[in-house]
């Protein structure tokens, strides 16, 4: 894929995670519940780990300044950037063909675990203790019931969208670049 249409789409996966993450989004004061790991999977599964990370610490840091909820707090920006650079080492793919169906499907899934348990469950929590003065343990069971709850749906929405937009996807965005 040419680098202007990396940018181009990349703009608008950034555009609709900022979208998803600051007006389509659950909030409770210890917990927040969205759809923003579709923009990501999608970024990472089309563009790859740097621009996941790009696209994901961006719009932290464009969130933070115009909607922002809270004191700015870098913990967070670490946590999205890793949330990127995880699904787009493990769902990237550089060729259509690159994985297979059932290789994919356990990449969504090691990839929705990991983020799971290792940045939202862990990192997230931790970063909400420091900024709330609550207790780790304290905020620990109900954000991991939360997040439990999350990972069938997170890996059947992944799963799903990215099968709908694959073919139309493969035949504007990749099978042009021979036409130009």
């Known amino acids: 894929m040419r680098k202007n249409k990396k ?5 608008i996966l950034l555009a ?7 007006f389509f989004i659950i909030s ?25 990370v790009l696209i994901t610490v961006v719009e932290d840091l464009i969130g ?23 699904y787009g080492l493990l769902l990237y793919k550089k060729e259509p063909d690159s994985l297979t169906n059932k290789q994919y499907i356990i990449r969504v899934i090691i990839a929705v675990l990991l983020v799971t348990f290792v940045i939202h469950t862990g990192l997230n929590t931790l970063w909400t203790s420091i900024t709330s003065g609550k207790a780790f343990m304290v905020l620990l069971l109900p954000r991991l019931t939360k997040q ?16 709908l937009l694959r073919k139309p996807f493969n035949k504007y965005i990749r099978s042009s670049d021979n036409d130009d």
Request: proline letters at 5%; one cysteine or more; charged letters at 5%.
């Open 7 to 11: 940018i181009i789409l990349a703009a």
């Open 64 to 86: 933070a300044t115009l909607f922002p909820s809270g004191s700015f707090f870098i913990g967070y920006t670490i946590s999205a950037g890793l949330t990127g650079l995880i």
């Open 16 to 22: 609709l995670l900022i979208i998803l993450s600051r």
């Open 148 to 163: 439990l709850i999350m990972i069938p749906i997170q890996i059947i929405v992944i799963l799903f969208i990215e099968k």
């Open 28 to 52: 409770t004061p210890i917990m927040k519940i969205s759809f923003t790991f579709v923009a990501i999977a999608l970024c990472a599964t089309w563009l790859g780990p740097k621009w996941a």
